[in-house]
Structures are given as structure tokens and as C-alpha cells.
């Protein structure tokens, strides 16, 4: 490649400032060092996680940065040691990491690698302290070590999942982040059978997404709970059978759960990050066998409260971090579902613009418009 061990100069939209509006630069990208590889993205989309540090209330503020997560690229180059991937494969980055070392990469059971986990602090490569993004002689901060709303951009082969060349990536892009979590969440934890009941509470990309992966399992009843009833009907094509807005009820949604369900849901998974949300989707699941997966991540200072008689009576809680899958070794098998086409991806996509209208997708955003946005690199 003629431009390996090269800068190369390139766009990128930068976040100077928090909440103002993004600027397209012209960025320097260094090339990769040992264990990084420089990627050439196509297609990246937004996630709310994008806008959160953006905004970055209640968060560090680490400016000037360039942010974005979920995406897919092309291999340029990579740096010394890099022997898994080379120049030309297909890649969806992920925002924490696998580095197949530690104890908990060697543990089937865990996905939080202790080298890669997701650092949102975190604006330089771990190798040597330094970013690879500069203008004009100042660098520019990465962001969860992935850094997607750049042509170019440098991550550590750790974070790098490689994927089926045939794979469109304007489609699959959007398994690097949300989607994942949400079907994992469902799939790989709350692991409903054939014919069961599940309550998924919140309906954006990642509940939807839990919804998919309830589909899938061939759950028989889905029952969809937001307190906002413009997303019932986009739900009804994730399968939704049933909704329920709390506010229409006068007593707590848990009880309305439990009678509708004669004792309460097979499964429930929860996508709101409302504490109370993740309360009554633990305490509507079905004693004796009842599981409940919490996905949202809740606020500084929330305190989860039940009676501990809930945990007597055999109804189960718990937790996931990016659905349980391991970047690197699951994430081409979910590539492998979509081109199967078992699972479907392009119900997420809701609109697509040029990388130069990167704004328009974040304004989508805070209005609470569609699902996904794709933006094209390319355009
Ligand atoms: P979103 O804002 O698009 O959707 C959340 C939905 O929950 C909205 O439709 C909202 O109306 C609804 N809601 C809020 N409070 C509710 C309540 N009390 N009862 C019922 N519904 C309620 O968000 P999203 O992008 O789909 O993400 C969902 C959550 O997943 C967020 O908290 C996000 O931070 C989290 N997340 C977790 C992981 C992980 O690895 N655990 C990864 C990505 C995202
Ligand atoms: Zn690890």
C-alpha cells in the first residue's frame, strides 16, 4: 500500500467543544504502532453514547476529540506485531476490547478483557500514552479507542472484529455497538425458550434489538412496556405483540405484568436505563424461573431496591455489557446471522447521510427521530 508508515491526511468531523456543533477537518493520521491498525472507515453511524460525551454533562470533558463507534472499515495497514489482520479485510471496531490474554478473555463466561475494556476517559493509544490524530501540529483525542467519524482512523487489533468480506458493510456497521448489545442481552443471557414470554422495557435501538434477538429464540409472546407510545408502532415490526405504557396504569407496571401474564414473564430485559424501569423488570418476571437482564446504564447515584424475597422466591437478576459477546471471537458470527438472513439489520436503518451532514444525524438524534443513521465516508 502507498500509503503504509505514511501520514495520511484526511477529513474527520471534530468535537472542539462540548455540545457545538461538529466541524469537518482536515486531520493528520499517524500511522499505526505495534499492535494498532490504521482502518479506512465507509460507513459509521451514530449512538447515543456519541451524543452523551459530546455533550458531556456529567461526563470528563476531553476536547478537542473526535468521537463515533459504530462503523465499518477496510485494513490500510497495521503496525509491528499485528499478524490477525492485513491490508484489505473487512472490520467492524468495537469500543472495548478483547485481547485473548487475560482472565477474563480466557473465561468463557466474561467479555470485560482487563487491557481493552471501554475507557470513555480515555482520549490517547494505550501503547504509548500518545493520539495518532493531529492538525496542524495539535492532537485531536480518540474516543473509546475507536474514534469512527474520521476517514481514517487508528485502533488497537484488540478492538477489531474481522468480518466477512461479502458483508455490506453499510448494513452491518451497525452491529458494532447497540444492536449487538441489545440481541445479546437477549440471546446470550436472558436465553428465552421456544414459546416463552418476554417483556422488554424500552424501546430505542438497543430494546429493539433485545426484541429481535426474543424473535429469534421463538418467543411466542413479546410484550414491548415505554412510557412513550410513539415507539409502539415501529416495535410491531420487532415482533412486539403486546404493549403497555405505565402511565395508563394506576398501579405499578410489575402487577399489570403479572396479571396480564397469569404470575409473570418467562424473561424480561431492560433497555431504559430508568432505575424504576430496571426495578419493576425484575420484579414482573415469573417465580420459580423468571429471569431478568438489565442493559441500561443507570445514573451516578441510583440505588437498586427490592425485597430480598423476590431472590427467595427464584426470580433471577441480572446484568450484561455488550450482550455478553466477545468482540473479536462473536461479533463475525453475528455478521454471520444477518447474512443468513436470520437476523434483520435493516429495520434499524432509518436514515443514511453524507459524513459532511454528520450534524443532521446528531440534531435526528436529540429530536428522537428514527433509529439509526448511517453516513457515508464516500459521497
Ligand atoms: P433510547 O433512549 O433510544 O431508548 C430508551 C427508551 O426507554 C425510550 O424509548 C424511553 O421512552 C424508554 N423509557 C425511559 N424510561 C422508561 C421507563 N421508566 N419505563 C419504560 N420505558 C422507559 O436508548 P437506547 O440507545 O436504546 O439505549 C438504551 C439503554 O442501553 C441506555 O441506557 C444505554 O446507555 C444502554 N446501553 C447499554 C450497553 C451495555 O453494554 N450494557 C450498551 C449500549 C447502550
Ligand atoms: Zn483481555
Redesign the pocket.
Known amino acids: 500500500m502507498a500509503t503504509a508508515g505514511k501520514v495520511i491526511k484526511c477529513k474527520a468531523a471534530v468535537a472542539w467543544e462540548a455540545g457545538k456543533p461538529l466541524s469537518i477537518e482536515e486531520v493528520e493520521v499517524a500511522p499505526p504502532q505495534a499492535m494498532e491498525v490504521r482502518v479506512k472507515i465507509l460507513y459509521t453511524a451514530l449512538?447515543?453514547?456519541d451524543v452523551?460525551f459530546w455533550e458531556a454533562k456529567g461526563q470528563t470533558p476531553v476536547f478537542p476529540r473526535i468521537l463515533g463507534h459504530e462503523a465499518g472499515g477496510i485494513v490500510e495497514s497495521v503496525g509491528e506485531g499485528v499478524t490477525e489482520l492485513a491490508p484489505g479485510d473487512h472490520v467492524l471496531p468495537v469500543f472495548t476490547g478483547e485481547c485473548k490474554e487475560c482472565a477474563h478473555c480466557k473465561s468463557e463466561e466474561s467479555n470485560m478483557c482487563d487491557l481493552l475494556r471501554i475507557n470513555v476517559d480515555r482520549g490517547v493509544m494505550i501503547g504509548d500514552g500518545k493520539s495518532r490524530f493531529s492538525i496542524k501540529g495539535q492532537p485531536i483525542f480518540h474516543f473509546v479507542g475507536t474514534s469512527t467519524f474520521s476517514e481514517y482512523t487508528v485502533i488497537h487489533v484488540g478492538c477489531l472484529a474481522k468480518i466477512n468480506p461479502e458483508a455490506p458493510l453499510d448494513k452491518v456497521c451497525v452491529l458494532s455497538?447497540?444492536i449487538s448489545?441489545?440481541l445479546g442481552?437477549t440471546l446470550n443471557v436472558a436465553k428465552p425458550v421456544k414459546g416463552s414470554t418476554v417483556a422488554i422495557?424500552?424501546?430505542?435501538?438497543?430494546?429493539?434489538?433485545a426484541m429481535e434477538g426474543a424473535r429469534l429464540a421463538g418467543a411466542s409472546r413479546i410484550i414491548g412496556?415505554?412510557?412513550?407510545p410513539a415507539?409502539f408502532e415501529q416495535a410491531k415490526k420487532f415482533g412486539c405483540t403486546d404493549f403497555v405504557?405505565?402511565k395508563d396504569h394506576d398501579k405499578p407496571?410489575q402487577e399489570v405484568l403479572i396479571e396480564m401474564t397469569n404470575g409473570g414473564v418467562d424473561r424480561s430485559v431492560e433497555?431504559?436505563?430508568?432505575v424504576?424501569?430496571m426495578i419493576?423488570a425484575f420484579e414482573c418476571v415469573h417465580d420459580g424461573w423468571g429471569v431478568a437482564v438489565?442493559?441500561?446504564?443507570?445514573h451516578r447515584e441510583d440505588q437498586f431496591k427490592t425485597h430480598p424475597m423476590n431472590f427467595l422466591n427464584e426470580k433471577t437478576l441480572k446484568?450484561?455489557?455488550?450482550?455478553n459477546y466477545k468482540p473479536r471471537t462473536d461479533l463475525p458470527n453475528v455478521v454471520e446471522m444477518y447474512m443468513k438472513k436470520e437476523l434483520e439489520v435493516e429495520k434499524f436503518i432509518t436514515h443514511s447521510v453524507p459524513f459532511s451532514e454528520i450534524n443532521t444525524a446528531f440534531d435526528l438524534m436529540l429530536k428522537?427521530e428514527g433509529?439509526r443513521c448511517i453516513m457515508r465516508m464516500e459521497d
Open positions: 449512538c447515543h453514547t452523551y455497538c447497540g448489545t441489545g442481552a422495557f424500552g424501546l430505542g435501538a438497543v430494546g429493539l434489538a412496556v415505554d412510557l412513550n415507539k405504557n405505565p407496571v433497555c431504559t436505563g430508568n424504576n424501569a419493576s438489565l442493559v441500561g446504564v443507570p446484568g450484561t455489557f455488550f450482550g428522537g433509529l
